[in-house]
Nanobody, 119 residues
Framework: QVQLVESGGGFVQAGDSLRLSCAAS????????MGWFRQAPGKEREFVAS????????NYADSVKGRFAISRDYARNTVVLQMNSLKPEDTAVYYC????????????WGQGTQVTVSS
């Protein structure tokens, strides 16, 4: 089992950058694929980015490709989402999630961190 705690959200202007961090508890961090999702008011939660348990593969939603970057630090048990060139449509609650290597579903979720981008 793993517990996830996000941090780094805030209020920024369009074009600014933010760095979200997700701290994972437990000793088996390397066993999990990690992902970031977001949910805007009145909308369903959507995939943003993911990183393979090995760190060798990353996937991004088309809406954030070229602007966001996901990375993981095994020594610190953290996953980072670097967000650049932010747009008002990036405004949402951002969630960190984890899924086991052989699982198709993200089973563990953080509490979320608010990102607000003003135009």
């Amino acid at each position: 089992q793993v517990q996830l705690v996000e941090s780094g959200g805030g209020f920024v202007q369009a074009g600014d950058s933010l760095r979200l961090s997700c701290a994972a508890s437990g000793r088996t961090f390397s066993s999990y694929h990690m992902g970031w999702f977001r949910q805007a008011p009145g909308k369903e939660r959507e995939f943003v980015a993911s990183i393979h348990w090995s760190g060798n593969s990353r996937n991004y939603a088309d809406s954030v490709k070229g602007r966001f970057a996901i990375s993981r630090d095994y020594a610190r048990n953290t996953v980072v989402l670097q967000m650049n060139s932010l747009k008002p449509e990036d405004t949402a609650v951002y969630y960190c999630a984890a899924r086991m290597r052989l699982s198709n579903d993200y089973n563990y979720w953080g509490q979320g961190t608010q990102v607000t981008v003003s135009s």
